[in-house]
């Protein structure tokens, strides 16, 4: 835990946040959710499907200003956010589509981010062309390419085979922690959440708020698949413990 207004890099206090529906009716979405993240920081976010996780996300990235509480971070922070749908310009080839966003494009570190995403040979391509595997692994590439201080990403891994997955999550791993980048991970999957948090938060939903928060003392580094497993189990017990359902996995 890290004291209310104290060095974190990353400050969330989301009071309320109500949609109103095409009926007219008042939503209310989030509920107090509150948490800060210290550099380096990887939380990962598990919750049912439609709680809310994406709403929270676009608050943080600053998408979505319709809200009561406030997102605290240092000025002149940078932010990479990966969807849930990888929203590439169909009209620009891979390589295109990450070179728009970089300010000052540095040919050893495009390459780099290409060959560590195993992109090297669809440079050329066109996101039409590409795989929903392919096409996350060039969203994520141009969210790194960047160079963000934090790294939003809303289910980077759903949909994929369990091969593939597994793959990308290495790769994911890998840039994160050569980075020291302050990530928030939105995932259907209590096994990414094992595998890649530093802190899982378990959300409830009908408002989302914050159920349960687990740190993860053990570095990602030196997690064995026990120590996996086991905190697999400890987060399925607080999921059932606060009766949220275990979808998608
Ligand atoms: N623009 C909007 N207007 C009205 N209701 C919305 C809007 N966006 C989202 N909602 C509703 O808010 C709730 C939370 O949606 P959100 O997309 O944040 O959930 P989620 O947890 O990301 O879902 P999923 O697991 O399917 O990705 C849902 O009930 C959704 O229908
Ligand atoms: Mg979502």
Same mark, same amino acid.
């Given at each position: 835990?890290?004291?209310?207004?104290?060095?974190?890099?990353?400050?969330?206090?989301?009071?309320?946040?109500?949609?109103?529906?095409?009926?007219?009716?008042?939503?209310? !979405?989030?509920?107090?959710?509150?948490?800060?993240?210290? &550099?380096?920081?990887?939380?990962?976010?598990?919750?049912?499907?439609?709680? *809310?996780?994406?709403?929270?996300?676009?608050?943080?990235?600053?998408?979505? &200003?319709?809200? #009561? *509480?406030?997102?605290?971070?240092?000025?002149?922070? #940078?932010?990479?956010?990966? $969807?849930?749908?990888?929203?590439?310009?169909?009209?620009?080839?891979?390589?295109?589509?990450? /070179?728009?966003?970089?300010?000052?494009?540095?040919?050893? /570190?495009?390459?780099?981010? $290409?060959?560590?995403?195993?992109?090297?040979? @669809?440079?050329? @391509?066109?996101?039409?062309?590409?795989?929903?595997?392919?096409?996350? #692994?060039?969203?994520?590439?141009?969210? $790194?390419?960047?160079?963000?201080?934090?790294?939003? +990403?809303?289910?980077?891994?759903?949909?994929?085979?369990?091969?593939?997955?597994?793959?990308?999550?290495?790769? +994911?791993?890998?840039? !994160?922690?050569?980075?020291?980048?302050?990530?928030?991970?939105?995932?259907?999957?209590?096994?990414?959440?094992?595998? +890649?948090?530093?802190?899982?938060?378990?959300?409830?939903? @009908?408002?989302?708020?914050?159920?349960?928060?687990?740190?993860?003392?053990?570095?990602?580094?030196?997690?064995?698949? #026990?120590?996996?497993?086991?905190?697999?189990?400890?987060?399925?017990?607080?999921?059932?413990?606060?009766?949220?359902?275990?979808?998608?996995?």
């Amino acid at each position: 835990m890290h004291p209310a207004g104290g060095s974190a890099l990353l400050e969330v206090k989301i009071d309320q946040k109500f949609f109103v529906t095409a009926a007219g009716e008042r939503l209310e !979405v989030l509920r107090d959710v509150h948490f800060a993240l210290e &550099r380096g920081d990887v939380a990962a976010f598990v919750g049912p499907s439609g709680c *809310g996780k994406t709403t929270m996300l676009r608050i943080i990235a600053g998408l979505e &200003r319709d809200y #009561r *509480g406030h997102i605290n971070h240092p000025s002149g922070i #940078r932010l990479g956010m990966v $969807f849930e749908e990888p929203r590439l310009l169909p009209w620009r080839s891979v390589e295109d589509n990450v /070179r728009l966003v970089m300010r000052d494009v540095d040919e050893t /570190r495009l390459s780099d981010l $290409f060959s560590a995403l195993e992109l090297a040979e @669809h440079r050329t @391509h066109y996101p039409g062309e590409l795989s929903l595997g392919l096409a996350r #692994r060039v969203a994520l590439a141009r969210a $790194f390419a960047i160079a963000p201080d934090i790294l939003i +990403l809303d289910e980077p891994l759903a949909s994929l085979d369990k091969i593939l997955a597994a793959r990308l999550r290495n790769e +994911l791993i890998a840039l !994160v922690d050569s980075r020291l980048l302050t990530t928030l991970l939105v995932t259907h999957d209590i096994s990414d959440a094992a595998r +890649l948090g530093d802190r899982i938060f378990i959300l409830s939903a @009908h408002p989302m708020c914050i159920a349960a928060q687990i740190p993860i003392p053990i570095p990602r580094k030196v997690r064995t698949e #026990r120590d996996i497993e086991a905190i697999q189990f400890e987060v399925g017990q607080r999921m059932k413990e606060n009766a949220i359902p275990q979808d998608g996995s």
